[in-house]
């Protein structure tokens, strides 16, 4: 028995994977990572946590990981003012799920279109695409395209519209096309007679999974986190967006610090609102969300990201 052990042994150390890591390896990689994710992961929780804190605890003792007293007040002061957070909320969440679903047609479609070696202006469309990346009109053009001649000043699709196309991940999407869909495949759908709008739904989307998955995740968070779009083409306080909001209530925050005159005549109001703790609720409910929605992502958004990575 003893003899078999060490055959079995020798015959496992013959065998083993030559790429496989060394068993401290791992685990020092693994612990590396580890503090890697917490060191990611923490200034989030920090966030939290002082969202919680009273405005009185972080006068007197500043920031702590452990407050001394706790408080919802920053809540309390948000929620205040939720008839115009709500309203504000159901902006971004429109403009985000509407505009990810226009984005990713547009891209795709674009994408599409100049991977396939039978577009005869492939090269052209593909130069254009990239043109964009390295040039563009500038903010005083774009304004006066999206105002005079779309005009689209105090309407919701100026939200979504400006945002809608990006060179980059039209070229995303275009090696990814070239990388894992096959012409041949597109060759005997064609054959069987199948149409290029059939084609692209039932055969390249399903495949092009992971690539779109992380396409959309990009135009979500890119959505999701615009405060600037509304800055430029938004009055109509029915239409803020959430991140367009919290900015006014910052910088609302930031001007009655700023000048004490205006604070001393109101300061039974400034004593009330909980600056910097509103400040720290303010990030919490505006990225919480789309923290809580990325695991839903996470494995189509790997995957996307690994495409190209190994050559055949």
Known sequence: MKGGGTNL?????????????????????????????????????????????????IVRNGF???PKDWSMDAYHYLWSMKEQLFRSYGVTIFVTIVGTVISVLMITFYAYAISRPQFKYRRFFTFLAFFTMLFSGGLVPTYIVVTQFLHLKDTIWALILPLSMNAFYIIIMRTFFLKSVS???????????ASEWRIFFQIIF?????????????????????????????????????Q??????????????????????????????PQESAKMAMVVIATLPIAVSYPFFQKYFISG???????E
């Not at 990689?29 to 009273?54: D, E, H, K, N």
């Not at 990201?305 to 050559?311: A, R, Y």
Request: proline share 5%; hydrophobic share 50%.
């Open 183 to 193: 012409e041949s495949i597109l060759e005997s759908a064609r054959i069987d007679g």
């Open 244 to 273: 367009s909001l919290l900015m006014k209530i910052e910088a609302n925050l930031e001007f009655m610090r700023q000048n004490m005159d205006v604070a001393i005549m109101n300061q039974s109001i400034f004593d009330t609102i």
């Open 9 to 57: 042994g020798k015959i496992r150390k013959k065998y083993r994977d030559p790429q496989a890591m060394h068993p401290v390896v791992n685990t020092i990689i693994s612990v590396l990572l580890g503090i890697l994710a917490f060191a990611c992961i923490f200034p989030f929780i920090y966030v939290i946590i002082i969202s919680f804190t009273s405005e009185e605890s």
């Open 206 to 242: 399903p495949l092009s999974l992971p690539g779109i998955a992380t396409i959309a995740l990009f135009s979500t968070l890119g959505y999701w986190n615009d405060w600037f779009t509304a800055l430029l083409y938004i009055n109509d306080p029915n239409l803020v967006p959430l």
């Open 305 to 311: 990201l690994t495409i190209g990575g190994v050559k």
């Open 64 to 66: 702590q990981l452990v």
